[in-house]
């Protein structure tokens, strides 16, 4: 089946670094990439479509200078999370739609865990 | 805006009952919907796909129906297990192939031994 990677899976960084997650379609091409945010105990939140070669589109209330994303290749997207703060912590997460099968299930990355002291 | 609902947001059963979790969403123009589950600390492991044009799906001892024209999906869970326990999220997709999820918040299942 389709991999998604992510890395790194935890980091903990001081306020006010930046701070980059990169998402990998690993046996698979993806020209469009999703980035989630999911707060404790609560549900995944849409972000960011990130879109090679072009510039990725935000949901209403998302940062675009604050949370960086660049398409960089059609396996590579990557979220930067610049002047972090304490309110960024949170557990960030990548999908990507497969295309085998026609189905376009979204597979996700296993996520990375950003602690922003 | 698309929103979905999961109920209940928790639920305690003992082993071997089984049991049915509900999602409903406001707009029926979706592409597919996708059942996940999730540990606690841990991402997301994909447990069924269903398609707007299909009605049902199996795996296991899991089956996930959908009426995408009342808004509607359960998955049901046969002989629950302990190791069942894990928040389960539902989520659909936009009406075009490859577009973003909209999650739930999810069920929190617990199976006592």
């Known amino acids: 089946g389709a991999v998604v990677s992510q890395h790194p899976s935890r980091v903990i960084c001081k306020s006010g670094t930046s701070v980059k997650i990169e998402c990998r379609s690993l046996?698979?091409?993806?020209?469009?990439m999703f980035w989630y945010r999911q707060f404790p105990k609560k549900s995944l939140m849409l972000m960011a479509t990130s879109n090679e070669g072009s510039k990725a589109t935000y949901e209403q209330g998302v940062e675009k200078d604050k949370f960086l994303i660049n398409h960089a290749s059609l396996t590579l997207s990557t979220l930067t999370v610049t002047s972090a703060h304490p309110e960024d912590s949170s557990f960030y997460i990548c999908?990507?739609?497969?295309?085998?099968?026609?189905?376009?299930?979204?597979?996700f990355g296993p996520g990375t865990r950003l602690t922003v002291t | 805006k698309q929103e979905v609902t999961q109920i209940p947001a928790a639920l305690s059963v003992p082993e071997g009952e089984n049991l049915v979790l509900n999602c409903s969403f406001t707009?029926?123009?979706?592409?597919?919907l996708q059942w996940f589950r999730q540990d606690p600390g841990k991402g997301l492991t994909s447990l069924l796909l269903i398609q707007s044009s299909q009605r049902e799906q199996t795996s296991g001892r899991l089956n996930a129906s959908l009426d995408k024209s009342s808004g509607r999906s359960t998955l049901y869970i046969a002989a629950s297990q302990p190791g069942d326990s894990a928040t389960y999220l539902c989520a659909v997709s936009g009406n075009q192939a490859g577009t973003a999820l909209i999650f739930g918040k999810g069920t929190t299942l617990s199976v006592s031994s």
């Open positions: 999908s990507a739609p497969g295309t085998t099968k026609g189905t376009y299930e979204q597979y």
């Open positions: 707009d029926s123009a979706i592409y597919n």
């Open positions: 046996d698979f091409q993806a020209t469009t």
